[in-house]
């Protein structure tokens, strides 16, 4: 599975922004996605997570009402749509994908493919 993460950005305090992630290799189909996030000093953290239908969505408490997770079968993507945002959501964003799993994890080691990471800068 390759995933390819994009959408990233500088935006202020109070802006939205909407991450997109490309999945290719594997039946997109049939497996949950999750967005983890890393700031610098910190570990790398769940943010959201789609199961493998859309059905079931999971939600950091810190992005509950503000964030959006999605996912489009036909394109073979999953979108984070990040609104109302904060200098603390500040950080690299990951896609990444569990194949074993239909309904998403809220760990890393839960996840087998990881996409690159796109930064995502909010300032004050």
């Known amino acids: 599975v390759q995933l390819q993460a994009s959408g990233g950005g500088l935006v202020q305090a109070g802006g939205s922004l909407r991450l997109s992630c490309a999945a290719s290799?594997?039946?997109?189909?049939?497996?949950?996605m999750g967005w983890f996030r890393q700031a610098p000093g910190h570990d790398r953290e769940v943010v959201a997570g789609?199961?493998?239908?859309?059905?079931?969505?999971y939600y950091a408490d810190s992005v509950s009402g503000r964030f959006t997770i999605s996912r489009d079968g036909a394109k073979n993507m999953v979108y984070l749509q990040m609104n109302s945002l904060k200098p603390e959501d500040t950080a690299i964003y990951y896609c990444?994908?569990?194949?074993?799993?239909?309904?998403?994890?809220?760990?890393?080691?839960?996840?087998?493919?990881w996409g690159q990471g796109t930064q995502v800068t909010v300032s004050s």
């Open positions: 789609i199961s493998y239908n859309g059905g079931s969505t």
């Open positions: 990444a994908a569990d194949l074993s799993e239909t309904t998403p994890g809220t760990l890393e080691f839960m996840y087998d493919y």
């Open positions: 290799g594997a039946t997109f189909r049939s497996y949950a």
